[in-house]
């Protein structure tokens, strides 16, 4: 019955993400025959500034909220993330009446976009932690729900204001509305009243939980940086129409390819853990699941060489037809993150410290790449497609051969 259970929470998450993903898909042709290259552009690089601040503007105190026995603990972890997020959210808006001019020239919007930003991030960030809130209650419906409701209200809009005025700030503008919207949703269903609180008792769990900004909060921050990283030096280096063809590709190619890694992550998380249990280690599913991998990493790659070209063009519109080139270049990045990211090898054997190095070190080769090849628009996307497909490659043969390590050994002793 809890295996039921466990299914369909699941079953009820992954049916939300289906559907915001097929509205993306269906969408996604239209908003990019009404809005420019540069406009999707600036767009995409202003809000990866906002997820990689929103992911740790609550401190990560939100990931703490399924973990106290009683409710009435968890409903003062929700205050304090809250309160903190606050706190910083005043502190961006401190940063923006000194750097808005800056903020504004930087993402080729108008300057009262820059005003916004903090508003944005704290949407944004105020999020998770009422969805960790609906998790602690299971209630997983209105979870899917929320995600689904919120794409319903994000495209449509961006569709209607740009057809009023294909701007960025008409894609702002969209964002911005979807979020509110949602976040009063969550916040009142929730029936949390955030103005109840005990300073005392807020003490308390900074204290007790103080692991997750110590710890969590850089590790999140350099991998949400990492990930984002690309569009912000995009932006940096050659301009918004380059961000725009670069993440419309990533975009098209991630709802795939998220989808199943996050089916094969669950399957091989469940089993290696079992197999660890079992017998003292997970390197035998580990190999097993890095081979079946490959496999369809091999047969994705060629469809995305011959196939993904026309594709594209015929997809999205003349305005994006540079984006096929992209694709093509982005090819060995897209193949090993592929075999890579449903593999959580290093958290599953409690060596965390190897998963916060290698995201660190993957941040500090990004950062080279841009600034050694940037002359070229192409030649700084096959540059950075080729260092991160050897980044995950090599990531990749660590946990092979500290496999094949484990089982050489038992075979030994």
Request: charged fraction near 15%; hydrophobic fraction near 55%.
């Amino acid at each position: 019955m809890r295996i039921n259970n466990y299914l369909l929470d699941i079953g009820k998450v992954m049916s939300g993400m289906v559907l915001v993903n097929i509205l993306t898909v269906i969408t996604l042709p239209i908003i990019t025959r009404i809005y420019s290259p540069e406009a999707y552009g600036s767009y995409q690089a202003m809000l990866a500034l906002i997820l990689t601040l929103g992911a740790v503007s609550t401190l990560r105190y939100e990931m703490s909220i399924v973990l106290p026995k009683k409710d009435i603990s968890a409903t003062s972890i929700v205050r304090l993330s809250v309160y903190i997020l606050l706190g910083v959210t005043f502190l961006y808006y401190i940063l923006t009446l000194f750097f808005h001019n800056e903020i504004a020239k930087y993402f080729h919007a108008p300057e009262y976009a820059a005003w916004l930003l903090p508003l944005l991030i704290f949407l944004t960030a105020i999020k998770p932690i009422y969805l960790s809130w609906y998790s602690r209650t299971r209630q997983y419906g209105l979870v899917s729900k929320n995600n689904v409701w919120e794409q319903l209200i994000n495209r449509p809009l961006m569709i209607l204001f740009g057809w009023l005025s294909p701007s960025v700030f008409s894609l702002i503008a969209a964002y911005m509305l979807s979020k509110i919207f949602t976040t009063i949703n969550l916040v009142t269903r929730s029936k949390i009243d955030i103005t109840k609180f005990k300073k005392k008792l807020l003490g308390h769990y900074m204290k007790e939980y103080k692991k997750f900004p110590l710890f969590l909060t850089p590790a999140t921050f350099a991998n949400t940086l990492a990930a984002q990283a690309p569009m912000l030096l995009l932006g940096l280096f050659f301009n918004a129409a380059v961000v725009g063809y670069y993440s419309v590709v990533q975009r098209l190619v991630n709802m795939p390819m998220s989808l199943m890694q996050q089916s094969m992550s669950q399957v091989y998380y469940e089993r290696a853990a079992k197999e660890l249990n079992e017998k003292g280690n997970a390197a035998s599913i580990t190999l097993k699941t890095i081979a079946a991998l490959s496999g369809l990493a091999v047969v994705g790659a060629i469809f995305l060489y011959f196939l993904g070209n026309p594709i594209i063009k015929i997809f999205l519109g003349k305005n994006f037809h540079e984006a096929a080139t992209y694709l093509v270049l982005l090819i060995p990045w897209f193949v090993f993150r592929f075999i890579k990211a449903p593999i959580n090898y290093w958290e599953l054997i409690n060596r965390q410290e190897m998963t916060l190095g290698l995201h660190f070190f993957q941040l500090a080769l990004i950062a080279a790449i841009f600034w050694i090849f940037h002359s070229n628009a192409r030649e700084t996307i096959l540059a950075f497609s080729l260092a991160m497909g050897a980044y995950y490659l090599i990531n990749i043969m660590f946990i092979v051969f500290h496999c094949l390590k484990v089982l050489i050994g038992k075979k030994t002793a």
